[in-house]
């Protein structure tokens, strides 16, 4: 093996992953074991988590499956008290879970922003502070979050406060890598455009006419798979990129490049 691709080797680490169960968590998690870490799989599906270790265990990695609802802090702590003791250490945290809520902004009560801020935000900045707090004893680490890009431009269509949490993601990207950057610990950011998952799915199936809408922000003229993110999740948690920290990396297919996939009340675009 080259030098060059021995950047990417992750064995001897140990990864956090939330969302684990399924989708983009799942595959982040195959792909940082597949480079050769061990992982923690997290997930509010404890079976579904499970599943992705047996895989995972079948390649040869040390997978731990763990039940967390990353909205409930309390949790996401004693995940991480967990984590220290079936593994010690942490090397490489990757943010991924986390649920958002869709309605027309007039119509939407306060304590529905409040339950996505908990999901999108506040779980993601108690897990960076947890592995932030061991990655600074040990004076390195890599912290991904997964945001979107509903988070950098607006999309319309009822997303007020799943875009306003993952804005804030950003935002506490670029803080958390500014904060520890000179001791030891990158963080860094991707950003998903639509990713073919089990929940898109079932909203194109309602409304068959949301895969034109979102198609038509897209470049690349498809849809993003979840297996796409192992890439950029390899080469943000190794030392491919060691020199990278507060990142905001679009995994778009070049939508951001182009504008924001967007649509507005009386827009030629919009389906409801």
Not at 186 to 209: K, S, T
Not at 225 to 241: C, H, N, T, Y
Request: hydrophobic share 45%.
């Amino acid at each position: 093996m080259s030098s060059a691709l021995n950047l990417f080797d992750l064995a001897g680490r140990v990864a956090l992953v939330s969302g684990a169960a399924s989708g983009m968590g799942r595959q982040m998690a195959i792909g940082l074991a597949e480079a050769g870490a061990d992982v923690m799989l997290a997930d509010i599906d404890l079976p579904g988590a499970e599943e992705t270790s047996a895989y995972i265990r079948s390649m040869g990695r040390r997978a731990v499956p763990v039940s967390c609802d990353v909205s409930e802090s309390e949790q996401v702590e004693a995940m991480f008290s967990r984590l220290d003791d079936e593994f010690g250490r942490i090397d490489v945290l990757g943010n991924v879970a986390g649920e958002g809520v869709m309605g027309p902004p007039e119509d939407l009560d306060v304590s529905v922003v409040q339950q996505v801020a908990k999901n999108l935000v506040f779980g993601r900045f108690t897990a960076c502070r947890e592995a932030g707090r061991r990655m600074l004893v040990a004076g390195k680490g890599s912290i991904i979050n997964v945001g979107s890009i509903g988070g950098w431009n607006s999309l319309g269509r009822g997303h007020a406060p799943y875009g306003m949490a993952m804005a804030a993601v950003i935002q506490m990207t670029r803080e958390l890598s500014t904060e520890w950057a000179g001791r030891g610990i990158r963080v860094n950011a991707i950003l998903p455009a639509q990713v073919l998952n089990a929940g898109l799915r079932a909203r194109m199936a309602d409304r068959p006419e949301l895969r034109e809408v979102f198609l038509g922000g897209i470049p690349m003229g498809r849809f993003g798979r979840p297996e796409e993110i192992k890439g950029a999740a390899v080469f943000l948690a190794s030392d491919a990129s060691s020199f990278v920290s507060g990142a905001i990396l679009p995994m778009d297919g070049g939508n951001l490049a182009m504008n924001a996939g967007g649509s507005y009340p009386g827009g030629p675009r919009v389906v409801g």
